[in-house]
């Protein structure tokens, strides 16, 4: 399907990461399409796009390249839409920001994404819905393999079967919290006062654990022992925090998606903001 032009973004619907790129492209208004590959299939995909260079989404079609990774999709974007700018102009306030998005994307990121898997994993029923609401063709055509073919894919990508990693992953997560609650000492932002790169990164990177209305919808319920592990965070500033920042800076994907095309494997959206 062509893009007419428009930057191609190349992601996976739930994937944290993508929704930090989703996001940034939102957030700038930049009209784009958006592809995505089937999960479990994307890494050859993302080998062909980057030749080599890569092997995980999202990946950014922009003005000839093929940009990997969520924090270089962001500071490609930045160079080519600076308005309105997620990186401070104070150097030094920058500098904070991008290290506020890396210690996010290092200490936050790998480790929700290895416990809302381990937790799916051990719900064959809920993780099938999953699959049938990402994938709707390959999950008509994979039948009952989709999920012993999910869980052996998680399991060994992502290190998500192992009792003892998804126990790290949640001291991990709090962990998270924590440092988030005290870069705001009770502020609104963490970096300049205002929504940047560090904000958008700790908010995006924590959804699965918020589920805020304006984020990714294709899960709507987590197993219960997840479900167990967040209800007590909710109380916490952090989390709270998280939904405001998504109710100030996010868009329903309705409100932003005025044009979808039905296939998964070539799908293709034209945003417009």
């Not at 592809?35 to 922009?62: D, S």
């Not at 440092?179 to 963490?190: D, I």
């Not at 899960?219 to 109380?235: Q, T």
Request: proline share 9%; glycine share 6%.
């Amino acid at each position: 399907m062509r893009s007419d032009g428009r930057p191609i973004l190349w992601h996976i619907t739930v994937s944290h990461y993508s929704e930090k790129a989703r996001w940034a492209l939102d957030y700038k208004a930049v009209a784009h399409v958006r592809r995505a590959p089937p999960p479990g299939t994307h890494m050859p995909v993302v080998y062909w796009l980057t030749r080599g260079r890569a092997v995980t989404l999202p990946v950014l079609e922009l003005d000839g390249q093929r940009i990997a990774d969520s924090t270089a999709i962001i500071a490609a974007l930045e160079q080519r839409f600076p308005d309105p700018a997620l990186y401070p102009s104070d150097p030094r306030e920058r500098r904070r920001a991008l290290e506020l998005e890396e210690w996010f994307d290092e200490e936050l990121g790998p480790y929700m994404r290895r416990l809302a898997f381990y937790e799916l994993r051990r719900e064959p029923e809920l993780l099938a819905e999953v699959g049938a609401r990402i994938v709707p063709e390959m999950s008509a055509v994979l039948g009952p393999v989709l999920v012993p073919y999910t869980r052996l894919f998680t399991g060994l990508r992502y290190r998500a079967s192992d009792a003892e990693g998804a126990e790290r992953a949640r001291a991990k997560i709090v962990a998270a919290l924590d440092h988030l609650e005290a870069q705001l000492g009770g502020n609104e932002y963490l970096v300049d006062g205002r929504f940047t790169v560090a904000d958008l990164t700790a908010a995006a990177l924590l959804y699965p654990i918020v589920l805020p209305p304006q984020g990714p919808s294709a899960i709507e319920r987590m197993p219960e022992p997840f479900e167990r592990f967040r209800a007590p965070l909710s109380d916490r500033p952090g989390y709270r925090w998280v939904q405001q920042i998504y109710e100030r800076h996010r868009l329903p994907a309705h409100a932003s998606a005025p044009e979808h095309a039905a296939s998964q494997t070539g799908r293709a959206v034209a945003f417009t903001q």
